[in-house]
Each structure stands twice: as structure tokens, then as C-alpha cells.
């Protein structure tokens, strides 16, 4: 519709338009105010003189907020318009606001009106609740008196406009309930899927510890585990899902259980990070993860790992010298297109190694690698148990109850043993050298050892059978080198060989019929657990454990 065609019917633009006709020219050439024709005819039609002569009284009385006037440095009421009677009642004039005004007091007020009065300048505060349940936002402006009164010296008067947000503050509150509502659910998952007790390895003292955001942070994905993956070997892990609330918490459960399926499969730990990089992409292909996977193993006194654009590892030697493991990082999870590779750190004996999340060392006046020195040195100094280390850590940070983001801490420590307790833990090898005849050599190996460790009968016999088995599967399917490692731990017996055939052997049901293959199921039947897995050289580990009988 065309509306130009249609404007000249107006009233007032015929007028307009006539009144130029008459008088030619704009305003500014015939030297009028160029105030415009709709106002001008306003103030043309309204009697004379009525909006200088409207009284103030009259306007105050007819608004619905609440006005008040005090005057003087006892702020005397000396005006309440009708909606502060309807309000919080009538109030007597000349008497002090302290007596006469109590609901200002309530709300906190009345030092307020002092510190108008005197700097001469206007102060707000926001939402106060009233008594009677109300909520009002109160703007309190010096004014100049009658009566002469200068600015500034303590004998003028304080105008107190009120007005009335309750819908505002109610609907304020609800959000925020609904908030906190929200929050409270997302920690619980958080805590739910976080590991509610840490698994305990034999050669390992693990703690960890979880503080989510404050109050005003939304809670995060952080997740740590440890798993125990057979043979003395333990996995550790730590992520960090880059989101925030129920969402991030549910994909980090999803990563964490995938993680220990994968663990299970006891593939080395870029290869974990491999499949959880395919996942996270599934899972959500707008959120990503940071992730550090680590195995250790008490034979080799080392902590290999990978990472997926991670903090670095931190490790302090019993010496206290600190050692980061940097090197090699890749990209977080979900972005794809990488092929992830495992690095390895020396952890031996007395050494102490620390796995966190950005929240430790992260803050938004500095740069993470100053967040990360200063770690560095507060692990320096952090001695005593796994927990004492994660607390003293968190403080040395200053993490409070209202930090800003969620920390997840996971301290492990390789304790140095000496005299009784060193004895509850041996090792001892033998390289299978030669053909079949490294069975029997085996044999009476396995027949030594267990009897020096002096091994109840039974256990003796149970672990003599299944190294028999486990080096004549190795002699029958594997090739050298070949090796038969005993171990023992305060808590278990543990027997394992290796060769060079990455072959992994895996458990049947032999016929009646069939001379071989019943080897494996020897084992598992006699053994606590029993498993196999790649070794990174090439070629593949076989393992069984028996647990020793509580003294």
C-alpha cells in the first residue's frame, strides 16, 4: 500500500500544508522557532499558562511511586505523597525519619540519606526488600529548600523516590533458583561419574580430588580415573570436556566409561587416544576434550603416556628435582586428523607425579605457563601422603570454594620401600634360551623362586603349573627372545612371559581329540585373572596373578 498517496487526507497535514501556502517559506526564513507544526498546534490548543502554573504537590500525589521528602540532618518528614501512605501508611510531618520513617531504616537507608545530604550528589540502591514483602528501588536526590538552604551543608532536603520492582525482583529470584536448580544437578552428575572410591594398586598410592566452580561458575567436565589393568601394570587418566553444565558432564561420563572399555583392551596409550578421538566426534562433534592417558609399570619404572592437548605431567624424583613431561602432545579429542604418539617419564622409587586440570594453574591475569611454574614449585615442597600433596596443592594455587572454574587434581606416588616392607615385593627373570629344553630350565626357575619366597604348598604348586604352561605356549606359538619374569607383591603372585610374536593367545575349547590348546585354559582356570597384550618393542606379554592368602 502505498501510504504517500493516502497522507495528504490528514487533518493535520492539511493544516500544516495550508498554513505554508499562506505564509510562504520555512520557519527559519520568515525568522520563527522551528518547532514542529504537531507541537506547535498542541501547545496552540492548550489553555494559557496551565503548565507553568500545574503544582508539583498535585503531580507527586498522582504518580504510583512512592515519594518522600525529608529536610534537615535528622531528615524531618516533611512530605509523603499518597502512595507511600497506601504504602507503609501515614506518616506524622516534622518528626525524624528515624522514628517517623522505619521502613527506611529496614532497608539500611538512612546512612544513605547522611551521605547525600552531605556531598549534594544522588545514590541509588537496587531491589531492598520493604517491610510487607515489597520490593522498591530507591534513587535518594539532594534538593535546595525554600527556605535558602545551601547545597552541601547539611540543612537541605533529600527527595526519596521508591519504586516498586517486585515483579522484577520475584522473577530475579526464580531465574536464580532455577540456576542454582540447574547447578546442583549438573555437580551431582559430575560426582556421580567421577570414580566414588580410587582403585589401590599394589605398587602405586593414588589420591584425587574434585572441587567444582563457585556459586556463579557453571559446573565443568573435568573427570579423572584410575584403572587397574592386570599383571602390576595400573592406567591413569585425566580430561577436562571443554563446556560447561549438564551437557559437558554427561559427555565426560561417555568419555570415561569409553575409556575404560579401551583400557581393557590394554592397547598402548596413543592408541586409546586414538579410539577416544573417532568417539568424541560421535559423541559431539561441537564439544571437544582434553585428555592425558598413562600406564605404568613397575618393571620398567616408568610412566608412558600420551596426551590430547593436556596440561604436561609433573614429576618430582625423591631427590625433589622436578621433571615435566611435555613432549609428545597432539590435539585435543574430537578434532580428528591426527595420529596421536605415547612419550614416557621415569617414575621410580620415591617419586611423586601430579595430573590436574586447567583449573589448578589457570587465571585470567596471567599467562598458564606462569599458573604452571608456580606449580612446579609448590610440588617442589608438597610432602606426605597422595592426599596431603592434592590438598596442600590446591591451597598453595589458592583454589577456594569460589573459584572460577572446576579443578580436578590426581597425585600418585611409587613408594620408596625399605627393610620389612621391601621384602613383600621381589622380582626375578630368566631369558629362555634355546628349544625345548628351556621348559624344564623354566620349571625348576619357577620351582626356586616361589620356595625362597616361601609360598604355601599349594600356591607353590598353582604357580609352578601355570609358568610351565605359559613358557611351553610361548616355546609352541611364539619366537625369541623369550623371557619368564616372576613378581610378587604384598598382595598378589604375578607371572608373566614374553616373546617376539605380536600374536595374542587367546582362550578355547579343545576337543577330546586335540593334543594342543588347553594351555591357556589351564591357566585361567587356576589363575586369580590372567590376560595378554602388545608390547611396544613388538611381539606380546601373557600374564596370570594369584592372590596371596591374608596373613
Not at 540543612?155 to 533458583?177: C, I, N, P, Q
Not at 625423591?318 to 590435539?331: F, K, L, M, Y
Not at 591451597?395 to 577456594?400: C, D, E, M, Q, S
Request: glycine share 10%; net charge negative.
Amino acid at each position: 500500500m502505498n501510504f504517500t498517496r493516502w497522507s495528504a487526507r490528514l487533518p493535520g497535514t492539511q493544516r500544516r500544508a495550508a498554513a505554508r501556502t499562506e505564509t510562504g517559506g520555512s520557519p527559519a526564513q520568515r525568522g520563527e522557532s522551528s518547532v514542529p507544526a504537531a507541537r506547535a498546534e498542541h501547545l496552540a490548543d492548550a489553555p494559557a499558562g496551565v503548565v507553568d502554573e500545574l503544582p508539583a504537590r498535585e503531580v507527586l500525589d498522582s504518580i504510583p511511586a512512592l515519594v518522600a521528602l525529608v529536610r534537615g540532618p535528622d531528615h524531618r518528614v516533611a512530605y509523603t505523597n499518597d502512595a507511600y501512605a497506601a504504602a507503609f501508611g501515614a506518616r506524622p510531618l516534622g518528626a525524624p525519619a528515624r522514628e517517623a520513617l522505619p521502613e527506611l531504616e529496614a532497608v539500611g537507608l538512612l546512612p544513605l540519606l547522611d551521605q547525600v545530604l552531605r556531598s549534594a550528589r544522588p545514590r541509588t540502591v537496587k531491589s531492598r526488600k520493604a517491610p510487607g514483602g515489597r520490593s522498591y528501588t530507591f534513587t535518594c536526590t539532594p534538593v535546595a529548600l525554600p527556605f535558602g538552604a545551601a547545597a552541601g551543608d547539611g540543612s537541605g532536603g533529600v527527595l526519596v523516590f521508591a519504586a516498586d520492582v517486585t515483579d522484577h525482583a520475584e522473577a530475579a529470584e526464580r531465574l536464580r533458583a532455577s540456576e542454582r536448580s540447574q547447578r546442583e544437578t549438573a555437580v551431582t552428575l559430575q560426582r556421580s561419574l567421577l570414580p566414588q572410591e580410587l582403585e589401590q594398586p599394589d605398587d602405586l598410592r593414588i589420591a584425587a580430588t574434585y572441587q567444582p566452580g563457585g556459586t556463579d561458575a557453571a559446573v565443568g567436565g573435568d573427570w579423572y580415573d584410575v584403572i587397574t589393568l592386570g599383571g602390576g601394570r595400573t592406567a591413569l587418566v585425566i580430561g577436562d570436556v571443554m563446556g560447561r553444565g549438564v551437557r559437558a558432564a554427561a559427555v565426560m561420563g561417555q568419555l570415561r566409561t569409553a575409556v575404560r572399555a579401551y583400557a581393557r583392551l590394554d592397547l598402548p596409550p596413543h592408541e586409546v587416544l586414538q579410539l577416544l578421538d573417532g568417539l568424541a566426534a560421535e559423541i559431539d562433534a561441537s564439544q571437544i576434550a582434553t585428555c592425558v592417558y598413562a600406564v605404568h609399570d613397575p618393571n620398567e619404572g616408568s610412566l608412558t603416556y600420551a596426551s590430547a592437548g593436556h596440561l604436561p605431567i609433573l614429576v618430582r624424583a625423591e631427590n625433589g628435582t622436578i621433571h615435566r613431561a611435555e613432549e609428545p602432545t597432539g590435539p585435543p579429542l574430537g578434532t580428528g586428523g591426527w595420529l596421536h604418539a605415547s612419550g614416557s617419564v621415569p617414575l621410580g622409587p620415591g617419586s611423586t607425579a601430579v595430573l590436574y586440570t586447567d583449573g589448578l594453574v589457570e587465571r585470567r591475569s596471567e599467562d598458564i605457563d606462569e599458573g604452571v611454574a608456580a606449580l612446579e614449585r609448590a610440588l617442589a615442597g608438597a610432602t606426605g601422603t597422595p592426599q596431603v600433596v592434592c590438598d596442600r596443592l590446591i591451597r598453595a594455587l589458592g583454589v577456594t570454594a569460589d573459584h572460577d572454574d572446576d579443578v580436578a587434581v590426581l597425585v600418585l606416588q611409587q613408594p620408596s620401600r625399605t627393610g620389612v616392607h621391601a621384602e613383600l615385593f621381589r622380582n626375578a627373570a630368566l631369558e629362555l634360551l634355546g628349544g625345548v629344553e628351556a621348559a624344564p630350565r623354566a620349571r625348576a626357575f619357577a620351582t626356586g623362586v616361589l620356595a625362597s619366597w616361601r609360598f604355601p604348598p599349594d600356591l607353590h604348586d598353582l604357580g609352578v603349573l601355570a609358568a610351565s604352561e605359559l613358557v611351553a605356549n610361548s616355546l609352541q606359538h611364539g619366537t625369541p627372545p623369550m623371557r619368564l619374569r616372576l613378581r610378587r607383591t604384598d598382595r598378589r603372585l604375578i607371572i608373566e612371559v614374553t616373546d617376539g610374536d605380536d600374536h595374542l593367545p587367546r582362550r578355547r575349547r579343545a576337543e577330546p581329540a586335540d593334543e594342543a590348546g588347553r594351555g591357556i585354559a589351564i591357566v585361567a582356570t587356576i589363575a586369580s585373572s590372567w590376560g595378554a597384550r602388545r608390547t611396544p618393542g613388538g611381539g606380546k606379554a601373557v600374564w596370570c596373578e594369584f592372590a596371596l592368602p591374608r596373613a
